[in-house]
């Protein structure tokens, strides 16, 4: 089952803060959050395994609630450099099967 | 060095030819897969392999053939293409299922 992220689309100004969520209908083992720049290949940003624990990576922080099945991206004072689609992949725990999400398409405007 | 890298970057070619994609990893991981990013941008993961076996196979055509002549390599297959084939396909490996995935610049397939 895809799981569903949102916004689908959110533009910023440098310095603001965002959230992006993901959540599934299904119970979750582990959630993946990868960024993607047009034209390019997706990049790993960070795993949260289930137990609640918040991954930092940089300003972009995370975090993921089993009991809900959700997750969220947190960017504080985003940069340029930030901008992107962003990924979320769930992982039901049957043999690793990463299922992405929409992607979450981030602007960040000077 | 290229972690994992795809060739060629990019394919054209006409309905109803078998055209091959080639990827080779050097980080030493033990997963591969092919995901298939469509015009709308959707990721969705086509084959794993892992040690050379494959582990999950998703409900793609089997004109679509993956082929593994070692833990390194990982090469896509398509026979008889069809429009609907074209897409980008990404490359990528891991250490271990539910470990960081590393993707390839990716392949960009157009059917004429």
């Known amino acids: 089952q895809q799981p569903v992220q949102s916004p689908q689309a959110v533009i910023l100004r440098e310095g603001e803060d965002a959230v992006i969520n993901c959540s599934s209908s299904k119970a979750l083992y582990s959630v993946h959050w990868y960024r993607q720049k047009h034209g390019e290949a997706p990049v790993f940003l960070m795993i949260?395994?289930?137990?609640?624990e918040q991954k930092g990576h940089e300003k972009i922080s995370a975090s993921f609630n089993e009991k809900k099945q959700q997750s969220s991206l947190y960017l504080t004072a985003s940069q340029l450099s930030y901008s992107g689609t962003y990924f979320c992949g769930t992982d039901g725990g049957s043999q690793g099967n990463l299922i992405f999400g929409k992607g979450t398409k981030l602007s960040v405007k000077p | 060095d290229t972690a994992v890298s795809q060739t060629p970057k990019y394919l054209v070619t006409q309905m109803g030819n078998d055209k091959s994609i080639k990827c080779e990893q050097n980080?030493?991981?033990?997963?591969m897969y092919w995901y298939k990013q469509d015009s709308k941008k959707f990721l969705k993961i086509m084959f794993s392999y892992n040690n050379k076996e494959l582990i999950i196979n998703e409900t793609v055509p089997n004109r679509f053939s993956p082929k593994s002549p070692d833990k390194a390599h990982l090469n896509l297959h398509i026979n008889s293409l069809e429009l609907g084939d074209s897409a980008v396909y990404f490359c990528?490996?891991?250490?271990?299922?539910?470990?960081?995935?590393?993707f390839g610049d990716g392949t960009r397939l157009s059917i004429l």
């Open positions: 980080l030493g991981h033990d997963t």
């Open positions: 949260l395994l289930k137990g609640g």
């Open positions: 990528a490996s891991s250490l271990q299922f539910n470990q960081p995935q590393h």
